[in-house]
């Protein structure tokens, strides 16, 4: 699956919805909020940061495509990056690094949540425990 592929099927998704949607937390919780926006998607649960530019969404599958199908999500609550918790070939530390030019040992905001409900949402991938595996 290609950028042009992750965005377009994200556009559609979104745009089935009328633009937002309340997605579903991997845990059952409340869902939060997600608005889709010319470059990326806005969610109600990331506090100060709301923003997901396309660039998260297409790093996630392109690791998940590189690392065999799936990739561990990696933790940034508990974990620099780097470190075995949060390992640069994780998503979220491969977003924070590619994305976000975050280093080894740098402290990362945590994304994965909405970026993983996201993903799981669309049909993309699917969450297996710790990890996102790749539909095919």
Same mark, same amino acid.
């Given at each position: 699956m290609n950028e042009h592929d992750v965005i377009t099927r994200l556009k559609e998704c979104f745009a089935a919805e009328g633009g937002h949607a309340f997605i579903?937390? *991997? $845990?059952g919780d409340k869902p939060f909020r997600a608005e889709l926006s010319e470059d990326g998607v806005y969610v109600d649960n990331l506090g100060n940061q709301p923003f997901l530019p396309w660039a998260v #969404? /297409? !790093?996630a599958v392109e690791l998940m495509e590189k690392m065999g199908g799936r990739a561990m999500k990696g933790d940034a609550m508990r974990h620099r990056l780097g470190r075995p918790g949060l390992p640069i070939d994780s998503i979220e =530390? +491969? *977003? !924070? +690094?590619? /994305?976000? =030019?975050?280093e080894a040992g740098d402290s990362v #905001? $945590? $994304?994965i949540t909405p970026v993983a409900c996201i993903l799981i949402w669309a049909g993309i991938c699917y969450n297996e425990h710790g990890q996102l595996v790749l539909r095919t």
């Open positions: 579903p937390l *991997i $845990r #969404f /297409v !790093a =530390g +491969h *977003i !924070a +690094h590619t /994305v976000y =030019g975050k #905001f $945590r $994304r």
